[in-house]
């Protein structure tokens, strides 16, 4: 998986539960433009503040050895 595939995950998942952009950044304490970039794919948004939108919309990650 790379950025463009995860944000495209997350932007799914925040249209499926009927939320705007402006609404998760809210909740999660960021900026809208961090909500488009993490969607956009922008490989260089902060992991820290990725994980808690991905957490705030449902969403986990889990991490597998290849």
């Given at each position: 998986?790379?950025?463009?595939?995860l944000g495209q995950i997350i932007k799914q998942q925040r249209k499926?539960?009927?939320l705007t952009q402006s609404e998760v950044a809210l909740a999660?304490?960021?900026g809208i433009?961090?909500?488009?970039d993490l969607e956009n794919g922008k490989p260089t948004c902060h992991i820290g503040k990725a994980l808690l939108v991905i957490e705030s919309i449902g969403l986990n990650v889990s991490l597998h050895a290849k």
């Open positions: 998986m790379d950025s463009k595939q499926s539960i009927g999660c304490g960021v433009r961090f909500i488009s």
